[in-house]
T-cell receptor, first 114, second 114 residues
Framework: DTGVSQDPRHKITKRGQNVTFRCDPI?????LYWYRQTLGQGPEFLTY????????KSRLLSDRFSAERPKGSFSTLEIQRTEQGDSAMYLC????????????FGPGTRLTVT | DQQVKQNSPSLSVQEGRISILNCDYT??????FLWYKKYPAEGPTFLIS?????DKNEDGRFTVFLNKSAKHLSLHIVPSQPGDSAVYFC?????????????FGIGTKLQVIP
């Protein structure tokens, strides 16, 4: 068990560019979550997958954001036409649906939009 | 609207003494409460949890107390160690369409002074 991994760890991009982040959950976990964390705040829920199905999206997830989890394994989060307000830490977490309520987080991808 | 509130942004405690971190919530539908610890440049790490049907859960140096009538929970760390210095997030979950949706507080930064 290598834990949840995220790539890249840091991304600096210019406003208007598209970026894509990847998350590899713990292998047996069927549930995957994306969160966004800004300075001085706790993680805020963005979206949730059960296997390959995206079952919930927060209203924080504007039309510029899209997430996928093909084959129910890794997941990608894409932000199109980035804005400075998108600068944040993007966290991925996974959990096993039949187990406890705990979610296991990756180290996050820090996005800076200049 | 902050459904999970951590009103103390920071706390300093001497090594060996007790650390008490507090959390209040407003949503009576929350049925599970969790504490996460976060070091810089890492994702949050699950620490301890408690079901809403209990009032205390203990794991080594960490104890979580839940007062449902007051909608209040607290995390006690005894004895505090320098390695406990981190940001602690209080979180609460409620069933949302078949999965437990987790809401986080903004965190309390604990500093344990050697």
């Amino acid at each position: 068990d290598t834990g949840v991994s995220q790539d890249p760890r840091h991304k600096i991009t210019k406003r208007g560019q598209n970026v894509t982040f990847r998350c590899d959950p713990i292998s047996e976990h069927n549930r995957l979550y994306w969160y966004r964390q800004t300075l001085g705040q706790g993680p805020e829920f963005l979206t949730y997958f059960q296997n390959e199905a995206q079952l919930e999206k927060s209203r924080l997830l504007s039309d510029r954001f899209s997430a996928e989890r093909p084959k129910g394994s890794f997941s990608t989060l894409e932000i199109q036409r980035t804005e400075q307000g998108d600068s944040a830490m993007y966290l991925c977490a996974s959990s096993l649906g039949s187990a406890g309520h705990e979610q296991y987080f990756g180290p996050g991808t820090r996005l800076t939009v200049t | 609207d902050q459904q999970v509130k951590q009103n103390s942004p920071s706390l300093s405690v001497q090594e060996g003494r007790i650390s008490i971190l507090n959390c209040d919530y407003t949503n009576s539908m929350f049925d599970y409460f969790l504490w996460y610890k976060k070091y810089p440049a890492e994702g949050p790490t699950f620490l301890i949890s408690i079901s809403s049907i209990k009032d205390k859960n203990e794991d080594g140096r960490f104890t979580v107390f839940l007062n449902k009538s007051a909608k209040h929970l607290s995390l006690h760390i005894v004895p505090s160690q320098p390695g406990d210095s981190a940001v602690y997030f209080c979180a609460a979950s409620a069933n949302s369409g078949g999965y437990q949706k987790v809401t986080f507080g903004i965190g309390t930064k604990l500093q344990v002074i050697p």
